[in-house]
T-cell receptor, first 115, second 112 residues
Framework: EAGVAQSPRYKIIEKRQSVAFWCNPISGHATLYWYQQILGQGPKLLIQFQNNGVVDDSQLPKDRFSAERLKGVDSTLKIQPAKLEDSAVYLC?????????????FGPGTRLLVL | SQQGEEDPQALSIQEGENATMNCSYKTSINNLQWYRQNSGRGLVHLILIRSNEREKHSGRLRVTLDTSKKSSSLLITASRAADTASYFCATGESSNDYKLSFGAGTTVTVRA
């Protein structure tokens, strides 16, 4: 079974520029997650989709971050404009139905450096 | 804010030794999971323990859960160089079936 795919793997931008990340979850998984992982910390949930609806986006900085999940499959996370503190690894994960006792399957992440 | 707090933050051991790390959490949970993250990679699920379980084994992994102390431990026996990674606990809160919160992790280095 194919895993969670993410692109790009690395991105370097200057502050105030915009950037977008793409995620393709495991086929059939209803739930898709975007996490931000700052160096030395655990993953912090930014947004959780159930099919193409949002379940939790309480920690998403909505003034600069946006995300969408087209047709309940692929998802894009955008940052506009980027700040220095957005430098982190952005992880996408998926699970069958989003229950907290399910295994979450993670992609390799996109490493963002904002200069 | 993160629900789980791992201890220690970092651990260095010799190959063949056991590694133990702990996770403490604040609220009532219905399950706790452990994940591993190798450098530059995504997280990989290791094991899940439910709130009504006290101990669980998977290969060289042993997980315990003490809900009265709100803590869990992960033991890796007979460590190998390939066990070098960061380990995270993640808690599923009783109040929300859809919320899983990750801790800050323990970085384990296994020396050859």
């Amino acid at each position: 079974e194919a895993g969670v795919a993410q692109s790009p793997r690395y991105k370097i931008i200057e502050k105030r520029q915009s950037v977008a990340f793409w995620c393709n979850p495991i086929s059939g998984h209803a739930t898709l997650y975007w996490y931000q992982q700052i160096l030395g910390q655990g993953p912090k949930l930014l947004i959780q989709f159930q099919n193409n609806g949002v379940v939790d986006d309480s920690q998403l900085p909505k003034d600069r971050f946006s995300a969408e999940r087209l047709k309940g499959v692929d998802s894009t996370l955008k940052i506009q404009p980027a700040k220095l503190e957005d430098s982190a690894v952005y992880l996408c994960a998926s699970s069958p139905s989003g229950r907290a006792w399910e295994t979450q399957y993670f992609g390799p992440g996109t490493r963002l450096l904002v200069l | 804010s993160q629900q789980g707090e791992e201890d220690p933050q970092a651990l260095s051991i010799q190959e063949g030794e056991n590694a133990t790390m702990n996770c403490s959490y604040k609220t009532s949970i219905n399950n706790l999971q452990w994940y591993r993250q190798n450098s530059g990679r995504g997280l990989v699920h290791l094991i899940l323990i439910r709130s009504n379980e006290r101990e669980k084994h998977s290969g060289r992994l042993r997980v315990t859960l003490d809900t009265s102390k709100k803590s869990s431990s992960l033991l890796i026996t007979a460590s190998r160089a390939a066990d070098t990674a960061s380990y995270f606990c993640a808690t599923g809160e009783s109040s929300n079936d859809y919320k899983l919160s990750f801790g800050a992790g323990t970085t384990v280095t296994v020396r050859a």
